[in-house]
């Protein structure tokens, strides 16, 4: 518990000096990671601790971001609700669309549910577009940040703090809600909803509930977004936002809370930072999805708790190789997949078949990737990605055996205890 409050410590202090050491492309994309967080803990507040798997929840997102950029309108950040208090327009919008479509959503649960959340989002992305009242059409609605309580909201910097202050709060109130009984109701939702129905309680007003309070900080999260670019359009509502919040929940892990806020931050910095290096960084989005999914179900974040308790049941020692032979194995089989995706992408590309088409009967050009030319027939080109992942699986059976060996260790003095008593008996 103790190591945990200090790491909650480590990372505040971290996440406030952040605009004295980013400039301020990557402080903005630091105010969307923030924003991807708390949208992935509204959302596994659904999913992850109730059970309810949703398709749509950028439905909700959208909504409180429409809500807020009226509320701006209206208002001009003065009276009871100035710019500070602004997501709290969003929330009343989330909670209230959240409600209602979460009243018709829980009538069914399991595929049938998941479908019906995602036609509400669907509808009300095709309807956005044509409602340009309330939704501005497809140029969306614009705003701007008024000042407030002695600040003028201008720069940068004081849109990130805004921006963490309510992110910080939503979090510590959904935390809270976890440790409330309704938030106990809420795992049985996701354990035993029958047994929940015979010992009386109302199931379909509890999902309701818990649906219309996932809604309502997806809200925040959006009317955050909207305090960020200072406009919305209809994009909000895009299916892919939704899959987004999907994806990051499950690579942070349902089984810890700050788990998918952890997943969206990293999904959000390595969509920012990859897609500047290669086209095909969805692809590798993907990938890395999938791997998490057949081979980590808990995710990063349970990565993490198996680590710990890996140090914790065979000592610091005995798992640093452990350790240092699944980092190199991952690190040998993701510079052999990045070797072999970007290779292939350059040879599918339309470039590269205007090249083949100039000289149809020649020899095929050569490709350069990472600053080196290489020959398409050579079999060290596609040598060195099969080295990669040979190495990469070599390692991973090794470490494997010391895994092995330190659970032999482990148990072996248990083993040898029975035999050591009854020595000293016939003593």
């Known amino acids: 518990m103790r190591i945990h409050l200090i790491a909650g410590l480590a990372g505040l202090v971290l996440m406030a000096a952040l605009p004295y050491l980013l400039s301020q492309g990557l402080l903005n994309a630091a105010i969307q990671m923030l924003i991807a967080a708390l949208f992935a803990s509204a959302y596994n507040l659904l999913c992850g601790q109730a059970g309810m798997l949703s398709f749509g929840h950028a439905a909700y997102f959208g909504v409180g971001a429409f809500a807020t950029v009226h509320a701006m309108n209206a208002v001009g950040g003065a009276g009871l609700l100035p710019t500070p208090l602004m997501p709290l327009a969003g929330a009343v919008g989330g909670l209230i669309f959240g409600g209602i479509a979460g009243w018709f959503a829980t009538q069914r649960s399991g595929t049938y549910f998941a479908m019906i959340t995602l036609a509400i989002a669907e509808l009300v992305h095709s309807l956005a577009p044509h409602l340009k009242g309330v939704f501005g059409g497809e140029a969306g609605l614009s705003t701007m940040r008024m ?3 002695g600040f003028d909201f201008g720069s940068t910097t004081q849109v990130y703090y805004l921006t963490l202050a309510w992110v910080l709060v939503s979090l510590v109130l959904l935390y809270a809600y976890t ?6 109701l809420t ?13 009386g309680y109302n199931v379909h007003g509890v999902a309701t509930l818990v649906f219309a309070l996932s ?7 959006g009317s955050l977004q909207v305090i960020s670019n200072e406009s919305a359009n209809y994009v909000v509502f895009d299916p892919a936002l939704s899959a987004a919040a999907v994806l990051n929940t499950y690579i942070g892990g349902v089984q810890v809370f700050l788990g998918p806020a952890l997943g969206a931050a ?17 692809l590798y989005q993907g990938i890395l999805f999938v791997l998490v999914m057949m081979f980590m179900p808990t995710g990063l974040s349970g990565l993490a708790g ?3 308790s890996l140090r914790q049941r065979y000592g610091l020692a005995r798992t640093m190789p452990v350790f240092g032979l699944a980092l190199g194995a991952a690190a040998a089989a993701t510079a052999g997949a990045v070797f072999l995706v ?4 350059r040879l599918f590309s339309q470039e590269y078949r205007a090249m083949l088409q100039l000289d149809p009967g020649g020899a095929w050009p050569s490709v350069t990737l990472f600053g080196q030319a290489w020959q398409v027939s050579s079999v060290a080109t596609w040598g060195l990605p099969a080295l ?10 090794r470490c494997r055996l010391r895994l092995a060996a330190c659970e032999s260790a482990d148990t072996a003095p248990a083993a040898l205890a029975p035999q050591v008593r009854d020595s000293k008996e016939a003593i």
């Open 179 to 184: 440790r409330t009984p309704l938030g106990r």
């Open 388 to 397: 990669l992942f040979g190495a990469a699986a070599l390692l991973a059976w």
């Open 187 to 199: 795992l049985g939702l996701r354990e035993n909803s029958h047994r929940l129905r015979f010992l």
């Open 306 to 308: 198996l680590a710990a």
């Open 342 to 345: 970007e290779l292939l992408q």
């Open 147 to 149: 000042p407030a309580w």
């Open 266 to 282: 990293l999904m959000t910095f390595f969509g920012y930072f990859v897609s500047d290096l290669t086209r095909s960084w969805l």
């Open 215 to 221: 809604a309502m900080f997806s809200g925040v999260a």
